[in-house]
């Protein structure tokens, strides 16, 4: 919310631990932005409280942590599952970058460029 004060970008901030009351009261309206951990936008989207069809960028942020947690299944229903367009831009950042992660962005990116 931070970076868009004072702007018409709407930005929405959705993670797991929290009530879904106030994911949803993030999201009414609709979000030009939306932040949130793989499992709670999941659950929003099969609740039909959020959709990824319109998504032009996703930021797959910390992928080498999200693997380590388990987040694979979430994210890859997400990505394949739940209508996300495949015309989007998609980042993925990683402090480390093992096979796991080069295997998700082989998948998830049509190329993509290592940066060390």
């Known amino acids: 919310k931070k970076f868009t004060q004072g702007t018409r970008v709407?930005?929405?901030?959705?993670?797991?631990?929290?009530?879904?009351?106030?994911?949803?009261?993030?999201?009414?309206?609709?979000?030009?932005?939306?932040?949130?951990?793989?499992?709670?936008?999941?659950?929003?989207?099969?609740?039909?409280?959020?959709?990824?069809?319109w998504v032009h960028c996703l930021v797959l942020d910390e992928a080498d942590r999200m693997l380590d947690m388990g987040f694979e299944p979430q994210i890859r229903q997400i990505v394949q599952k739940l209508g996300m367009p495949k015309q989007r831009q998609t980042v993925m950042t990683s402090a480390t970058f093992p096979v796991e992660v080069q295997h998700l962005a082989q998948e998830f990116m049509r190329t993509y460029s290592f940066m060390a």
């Open 10 to 53: 709407k930005p929405a901030v959705v993670y797991g631990g929290t009530d879904y009351k106030e994911s949803f009261k993030q999201l009414r309206g609709g979000a030009d932005i939306v932040v949130a951990t793989p499992g709670r936008l999941q659950d929003l989207c099969e609740k039909h409280q959020c959709s990824v069809k």
